[in-house]
């Protein structure tokens, strides 16, 4: 599988390339803004290093083509992911797993969905709810990862995960742990075709997150 990697300077890309490239056999495109700068290639057999702005759909078309599947690492604004389900569209890329916030379909619940409300405010979760939306009517298979508040804790890769239309709960999970869900996807991609996952880590059904 070709799998291309936007946002690839983020976190979660940073984790999820390293273990893609020790785990698996897959090629890699990382794309980012200053990605050759700010990535170092550690196999250039099989990772392509591209910088470039998601708006910019020339670039993202010419270098999008020929691969599986995309995982997009940042949907805080519209028009950029509008872009790249057009980039998508117009070169044949059929799948795409985009990292979106909680609170999309007002699914937070209880003290913590008041206090996330507060501290995401109406502007972030209404560009969240746009780009969800255009993936979600694009006609392209999707996975849309709705996170709560992240930490790191190496080797927490503990999740668990919510359908749309139930209730979110949850306050924190690990990037390690969001790593393992994306990787636990691409094992299984039928098992979680369109669908919108509501990401946490167990037993933590609190008021705010713990380092808050």
């Known amino acids: ?19 893609l490239l020790k785990e698996t056999d897959h090629a890699l495109i990382l794309y980012a803004r200053n990605a050759e700068k700010r990535i170092k290639n550690t196999n250039p057999e099989r990772v392509t290093i591209v910088s470039g702005d998601f708006n910019d759909q020339e670039l993202l078309e010419k270098n999008i083509a020929g691969v599986d599947l995309v995982y997009l690492n940042d949907m805080n604004s519209p028009e950029a992911t509008k872009t790249i389900v057009s980039a998508m569209q117009n070169t044949g890329v059929p799948w795409i797993i985009g990292a979106t916030i909680l609170g999309i379909y007002d699914e937070v619940v209880g003290e913590f969905g008041k206090w996330n409300a507060r501290m ?48 979110f709960i949850g306050a924190e999970v690990s990037r390690e742990a969001v790593t393992q869900l994306i990787l636990d996807i691409l094992a299984d991609l039928d098992t979680y075709k369109n669908t919108s996952l509501g990401v946490s880590e167990p037993d933590t059904d609190f008021a705010k997150p713990s380092f808050y």
């Open 120 to 167: 995401v405010g109406t502007p972030g979760t209404n560009r969240h709810k746009e780009s969800s939306a255009a993936i979600e009517e694009s006609g392209l298979s999707f996975t849309l990862l709705r996170l709560t508040w992240l930490y790191n804790e190496a080797g927490n890769t503990n999740y668990m995960i919510s359908q749309k239309g139930e209730p």
């Open 1 to 19: 599988m070709k799998i291309m990697i936007l946002g690839a300077a983020g976190e979660i890309a940073g984790m999820l390339r390293e273990r």
